[in-house]
């Protein structure tokens, strides 16, 4: 027997925490947009444009530029796949939650992790990576995540990729929470495979993870002694729909595609620069606005991520308690910590449609009242 199901009927969050950020009503409208057919030339048309746009954003020449399907783990799952051999070494910065699945993801695939240990909200420094790496030569990669959303700390990318070429290994970064709201410059940083994802600061909806590899990432993926193992996200099959073969892989979600372009539409129309220094200085008003409250911010002023910020838990107040009432009374969502700052940080977001000034004036009066016994 059928069983009724009451109308969709959520309530509209203020989604200030680390993603899904909020999807831009340009964006939502775009995707309510009739499908094509996956090989349609109007499609083939929105692909091309599409990869247009996402080299503009990654500010990348490189031609395989593409959205991979799924979310953010997707990108980091192709990256360990496709450029991983078993044997390989390949090094890894551990200073948060996402770094852990890297290493995971490159033990799966058979590597030979090297971990360079950091505290959790620590950044590493390029002295510290240029002895680990010449201490394990051959390396094949050497991976970072540029934005540590568990943490709130921006890994400065500086003399990063110089380290590991001077070595012959990748360099290959997670920009899951960075790409389009903070400074990054694949090409001019000497990135060669990178990868993020829709739903943080490109303010799309989860279920794309934008991924770019150069020309050097290139050869040795067509150079593999062994296959990709995994069917799903092989590059050498994915690459031969998304160039001029047009080679049937997997059914593209349409509608999340739609989504993406119009994204990334908003992205240039704003410009790059003007969206990293408007994340840059909503975020700098949150700080202030926490400040004033007495609230002490986790990560120091210098390694501050402006899509991310991390709040320490006043001592004798309780996490849940607040974001509890933050979220029934208020209706905003914000999250907690997780591993080692379980309990003691508030992680706020303030990513593509999210980053606005009076979304940062709301949330502060509603911890003020909170805090200050009023709710
Ligand atoms: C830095 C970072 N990397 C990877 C991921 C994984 O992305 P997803 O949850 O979209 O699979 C996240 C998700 O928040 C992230 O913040």
Not at 87 to 106: H, K, L, P, Q, W
Request: hydrophobic content about 40%; aromatic content about 8%.
């Amino acid at each position: 027997m059928a069983t009724a199901v009451n109308d969709l009927n959520v309530p509209h969050r203020l989604l200030l925490g680390p993603g899904p950020s909020a999807v831009h009503p340009r964006v939502l409208r775009t995707m309510s947009t009739a499908l094509v057919g996956y090989l349609d030339p109007e499609w083939l048309a929105l692909m091309d444009e599409e990869q247009d746009l996402l080299r503009a954003v990654f500010q990348t020449a490189n031609a395989l530029t593409l959205p991979m399907s799924g979310t953010g783990s997707t990108g980091m799952e192709t990256a360990f796949c496709n450029f991983v051999e078993p044997g390989d070494t390949v090094v890894i910065g551990c200073n948060g939650y996402f770094s852990e699945r890297m290493c995971e993801m490159a033990r799966l695939y058979g590597a030979k992790v090297i971990r360079i240990e950091k505290p959790w909200g620590a950044v590493l420094t390029p002295a510290e990576v240029e002895e680990t790496l010449r201490a394990h030569r051959p390396v094949k990669i050497f991976a970072l995540i540029h934005a540590e959303t568990s943490t709130g700390a921006l890994q400065p990318l500086t003399g990063m990729a110089e380290a590991a070429h001077r070595h012959g290994a990748l360099f290959l970064i997670d920009c899951v929470t960075s790409l389009s709201g903070v400074p990054l410059n694949i090409d001019e940083w000497g990135v060669d495979v990178a990868f993020s994802a829709s739903q943080k600061c490109l303010g799309c909806p989860p279920g794309l993870s934008p991924f770019t590899a150069n020309e050097r990432a290139l050869r040795l993926l067509h150079a593999r002694k062994t296959r990709v193992p995994n069917w799903y996200l092989d590059l050498t099959m994915i690459e031969k729909y998304w160039n001029k073969e047009r080679l049937y892989h997997h059914t593209p979600s349409t509608t999340l595609h739609y989504g993406l372009r119009e994204g990334l539409r908003l992205v240039l129309e704003e410009g790059l620069e003007d969206r990293w220094f408007r994340h840059q200085a909503i975020a700098e008003y949150l700080w202030e606005k926490m400040e004033n409250l007495g609230l002490k911010l986790f990560v120091p002023r210098e390694h501050r991520l402006a899509s991310l910020t991390t709040v320490c838990v006043p001592e004798g107040v309780e996490d849940a308690t607040v974001r509890t009432r933050l979220r029934e009374i208020y209706n905003i969502d914000i999250a907690g910590g997780f591993g080692p700052l379980k309990g003691k940080i508030w992680r706020v977001g303030l990513m593509g449609f999210s980053s606005r000034r009076e979304n940062v004036t709301l949330l502060s009066e509603a911890l003020r009242e909170i805090l200050h016994g009023r709710n």
